[in-house]
Structures are given as C-alpha cells and as structure tokens.
C-alpha cells in the first residue's frame, strides 16, 4: 500500500508548526491533540447511539435550566478526563457545570492554558441522528503559574483567546480549529483512526447566499431584524439573491456549513429572552475567534462579539456571524434601529 505523506495528521501538523516557532514550547499543541483524543472517543459512541444506552435524557438539568442528555454528560466526563489527565490544562469550565474544575495538581499548576468548552452542542438532535459537536475556546491564563487557576482565568474576553475549534460528528467527523495564524480542518480517517489535515487554511467567503435563523421566532425579534430577513426572502438575481434559508438546530453543524460555503448565522435576542440563549463563554466566543480568523464577523448586534468582557461563567448573548458583506448589510439594518 502506497501511504501518501502529503496528507498530515493531526499530531504532525501541530509538531510542523511547533517546528516554525523554535521558542515555542509545544504546550498548546500537546493541549490540541488532547482535545483530538476526546473527540475521537466521543465519536465513537455517537457512532453506535442507537445501540448503547446513551439515548434521551438522563433525567437531570444543567445549570442553563436544560435537560441533560446522556451523550452529554459521557462527552463533558471524557473532554474533562482527558484535560485533567494532561499536562497542558490548569483548569476547565463546561457548560453542564456550575462552576470551573480547578486541577489543583503540580503538573496542572504549571500549566499556562485553561479550557471553555461545550462537551455536545445540538444535543437536542441526537435522538434523530442529526449532526452534533463540540466547541472549545483556550486562554492563557492571567493567575501566577504554578499555583492553581482562577475564577479570573474563565472570565477574560474572547479576544484573549488564544485558539478555539469545534468537532462536528456528522457524515464524517471533523476536527476544525483556529489560531492567529489561520484556521485548519481535519476530517477523522476512520481507518488509520488519526485526524488528516482536509481543509488547510480556511477562508470564510466574503458572501453567500444561505441564511440561517429560526423562524419560529420571528415576531419575537426586534423590527430592525425581521426587515433583514424580509431582505433575505426578497433578494433577486439583480442583488446576489434570492437567499436560500437553512437551519439544522445545530449551532455547530449550522456555522461549519456557513464558514465552508459562505452564509450568515443569526441567533437574536427575543422578547421572552432579550439576551438570546447562546453562551458567550462556551458557544459566541470560540466560534467569533474562528471566524474572524478566517474573514468573517461576528457581533451581538451592537458590539464585536471578542469585546464583550464577560462577568458571569454561563453569561448568555446574542449572535449574529458569517461572511463580512452580509454581516455588512445586516449591520447596515441594526445601525438604523
């Protein structure tokens, strides 16, 4: 069998940046391919979630007021055992928990980085089969290393971030993460069992022609909103339309599609829930990051999404992101409200 070594795993393409960066100390990497092992474990139980007992509920609620599904807490337990059992993590905050998990040990002390993520985003979907993930964000932590992290740490703005990624478990499992230096995807080879570089150095088009929002809520949104979307419906050949509207429920399955292909994500504030139902933290501020670094924009409608210093763990936001000259025009709407 002839094995084609211009196809880079995971592991070889963190250990080729690290090779371009000498003063590098190979930390953040070695935190990456950590995240890459629970990906791959969590993956292989989403594969077979009709023939275990990791379907429906498992009769709990989170700290979000929502019911805890069974592959959640499985995919939050091994996303947490992995970063503990590492050398490259201080100290986890996740959307199934209350608090932050300090791992007050003296290999964890001397970490740099501490780690926000959510373990199963779209969980709502896995009793159907529709695509799921996860997302993560990592910071440079601000509290003395070598004593153990802070509830300061978790709280910093998205633009401290200082790299952020999601794993989409779908038709194939992908593995897609960002630094300063550009954002890359990786697609599982169920084969060899390794992430393979598949989508080096993604570039987020600066138009598109899908819009993804839940019309459910319409007259929920503010005016300034609905007078977008009416665009969106009405656009014709003559101004880049008509758009086409796709909505999985998935945050992470609806933005990949966007980033790939060009389009806009919109989760607005409604009149029962002014700040939207997205988690700055763990969902707004990953996704902003990668975005950014790939051209697009993300905002809360009134503010660059990486600027809002937040002042709770579970803080929620409204998002609106995708291609620049649709966040443009949308902006265009949100200034004259």
Do not use: W
Request: proline letters at 4%; hydrophobic letters at 35%; one cysteine or more.
């Amino acid at each position: 069998m002839i094995v084609n070594r211009k196809i880079l795993t995971l592991d070889e393409f963190t250990l080729q940046q690290l090779r371009a960066f000498p003063s590098a100390t190979g930390e953040l990497s070695s935190l990456l391919r950590d995240i890459g092992l629970a990906a791959k474990r969590v993956n292989v139980e989403v594969n077979k979630a009709g023939l275990v007992d990791i379907l429906g509920d498992a009769g709990t609620i989170n700290v979000q007021g929502e019911d805890v599904k069974k592959l959640d807490i499985y995919a939050n337990n091994q996303f947490m055992g992995v970063l503990q059992h590492g050398i490259s993590c201080a100290g986890i905050g996740s959307e199934e928990l209350d608090e932050v998990v300090v791992f007050d040990d003296e290999v964890s002390n001397n970490s740099k980085y501490v780690v926000l993520f959510d373990p199963l985003d779209g969980s709502g979907n896995i009793d159907v089969n529709i695509s799921i993930g996860t997302i993560f964000g990592v910071y440079r932590r601000i509290s003395k290393v070598g004593t153990p992290c802070t509830a300061a740490d978790f709280l910093q703005a998205g633009n401290r971030q200082v790299a952020a990624g999601y794993i989409v478990y779908g038709s194939s499992t992908m593995l897609v993460y960002a630094t300063k230096r550009g954002v890359n995807g990786f697609t599982l080879d169920q084969g060899i069992g390794e992430f393979s570089l598949s989508h080096p150095d993604i570039k987020c088009p600066p138009s598109g022609r899908i819009y993804s929002v839940n019309h459910g809520n319409f007259f929920q949104y503010e005016k300034s909103v609905q007078q977008y979307i009416n665009v969106c419906q009405k656009k014709d050949k003559t101004n880049g339309g008509p758009y086409t509207q796709r909505y999985i429920g998935s945050m992470v399955a609806d933005v990949h599609r966007n980033l790939l292909k060009g389009g806009i994500f919109m989760y607005p504030g409604t009149t029962g829930k002014p700040k939207g139902k997205l988690r700055l933290l763990y969902e707004c501020n990953p996704f902003a990051f990668i975005v950014e670094v790939a051209g697009g924009k993300a905002t809360d409608g009134k503010q660059r999404i990486l600027d809002i210093v937040p002042t709770e763990l579970h803080q929620r936001s409204p998002l609106f992101i995708g291609s620049t000259d649709m966040m443009n025009e949308l902006e265009s709407y949100l200034k004259e409200a």
